[in-house]
């Protein structure tokens, strides 16, 4: 397992062809082979977004995740397209990203409310995180999945 060693955060624009097919790869392994899941993943809403990419040493795509500004997909900041490569699991790769993710839309979007879509099985891992459930779960992509906001109403 290889830890990330180097943060990045872009938008859209800034993502050279290289680190968008390393993204694009890494989200199409998890997403749509690992989860065994046929969605459309690119939706228009990466255009909008700030890219938070985390970089191993020896240069592979460890984590990222898709940082979007309150009023694109929500009224609230999301984070979103959370993903830990297989390779780099078991070491806390995951809740680094997380800290950094949250870091991340601090530092954009000063003190604005951050929601996310999350998996329901993955619900405990975002608690730790300072969110909490918002309505009931629902199914997305043959899924469940929960709203989760980090300021309830």
């Given at each position: 397992?290889?830890?990330?060693?180097?943060?990045?955060?872009?938008?859209?624009?800034?993502?050279?062809?290289?680190t968008?097919?390393?993204?694009?790869?890494?989200?199409?392994?998890?997403?749509?082979?690992?989860?065994?899941?046929?969605?459309?993943?690119?939706?228009?809403?990466?255009?909008h977004?700030?890219?938070?990419?985390?970089?191993?040493?020896?240069?592979?795509?460890?984590?990222?995740?898709?940082?979007?500004?309150?009023?694109?997909?929500?009224?609230?900041?999301?984070?979103?397209?959370?993903?830990?490569?297989?390779?780099?699991?078991?070491?806390?790769?995951?809740?680094?990203?997380?800290?950094?993710?949250?870091?991340?839309?601090?530092?954009?979007?000063p003190?604005?409310?951050?929601?996310?879509?999350?998996?329901?099985?993955?619900?405990?891992?975002?608690?730790?995180?300072?969110?909490?459930?918002?309505?009931?779960?629902?199914?997305?992509?043959?899924?469940?999945?929960?709203?989760?906001?980090?300021?309830?109403?």
């Amino acid at each position: 397992m290889a830890s990330v060693t180097r943060w990045t955060c872009q938008p859209f624009d800034d993502l050279s062809p290289r680190t968008l097919y390393a993204l694009l790869a890494l989200r199409t392994e998890v997403f749509v082979i690992e989860q065994n899941c046929v969605f459309q993943d690119m939706d228009g809403l990466d255009l909008h977004a700030q890219h938070l990419l985390g970089w191993a040493e020896d240069g592979r795509l460890a984590a990222c995740a898709r940082l979007l500004p309150a009023g694109v997909k929500a009224p609230e900041v999301v984070i979103g397209r959370v993903i830990t490569a297989p390779w780099a699991r078991g070491a806390g790769q995951g809740h680094a990203l997380m800290r950094e993710a949250l870091a991340q839309c601090e530092r954009l979007w000063p003190g604005q409310p951050i929601t996310l879509h999350a998996q329901a099985r993955l619900e405990a891992y975002y608690r730790q995180h300072g969110f909490t459930p918002v309505g009931q779960p629902y199914i997305e992509d043959g899924i469940p999945h929960i709203e989760m906001s980090n300021r309830p109403l």
